[in-house]
């Protein structure tokens, strides 16, 4: 399986519906704390309009209402990868991506049998606290040798500028948020981002 190595995360349909249609390719809503009716509309509009933009969507966290809304793909936390059903996901065909940010997590995933994992954060990020310092480049090129030929995704701080030295090291896709949703001109930061990783596509 190829990912595309701009990897957008946002937190809403209406990001969805703004970004998107500008060419991209494949988008993670990552919605929390939003009760249940609101959330699967918030995801079938996102499905809608990927599927309108030949743009992969990506759920994260929600597999029951990803399964029951007929999507494709999901992403789970390590938290939400422990009380998963696996089963259920793979017999209705969903693809499965896995965060991780050590070796433990690390083996978790692999052992989940993932289509990806995320490596994080490779830099300092505001997106929310973490545990775990900046991995930095040279530990994207370490997870690649353990991970083989599973898509690797590198998130957290990356901005256009770094991208050489993170697919320099092996990653497959950068996930980018921040960078794009507290943009001035989010529009133009995603123009930007496709531009940036037009040579990996």
Same mark, same amino acid.
């Given at each position: 399986m190829k990912l595309d190595p701009f990897y957008l995360i946002v937190d809403s349909a209406a990001w969805v519906r703004r970004l998107v249609p500008l060419g991209v390719k494949l988008v993670q809503l990552r919605i929390k704390d939003m009760d249940e009716v609101p959330l699967r509309e918030e995801i079938r509009e996102a499905r809608e309009i990927c599927a309108r933009h030949q743009c992969q969507l990506i759920v994260n966290d929600y597999w029951h209402i990803a399964i029951e809304e007929a999507c494709d793909f999901v992403h789970l936390g390590q938290e939400d990868l422990a009380d998963a059903d696996l089963d259920a996901i793979r017999a209705h065909g969903l693809k499965l991506g896995v965060s991780t940010?050590?070796? %433990? !997590?690390?083996?978790?995933?692999?052992? =989940? &049998?993932?289509?990806?994992?995320? +490596?994080?954060?490779?830099?300092?990020?505001?997106?929310?606290?973490?545990?775990?310092?900046?991995?930095? %480049? !040279?530990?994207?090129?370490?997870?690649? =040798? &353990?991970?083989?030929?599973?898509? +690797?995704?590198?998130?957290?701080?990356?901005?256009?500028?770094?991208?050489?030295?993170?697919?320099?090291?092996?990653?497959d896709s950068a996930a980018v948020v921040t960078d794009i949703t507290l943009n001035p001109d989010p529009e133009a930061r995603t123009r930007q981002w496709l531009a940036a990783t037009a040579e990996w596509r």
């Open positions: 940010h050590d070796d %433990v !997590e690390l083996d978790t995933a692999l052992a =989940a &049998k993932p289509d990806y994992v995320a +490596l994080g954060p490779v830099y300092p990020t505001i997106l929310k606290k973490m545990k775990w310092a900046p991995q930095g %480049v !040279e530990k994207i090129a370490t997870w690649k =040798a &353990k991970v083989g030929d599973l898509p +690797l995704v590198a998130i957290g701080g990356l901005r256009p500028e770094r991208l050489p030295g993170v697919f320099a090291n092996g990653a």
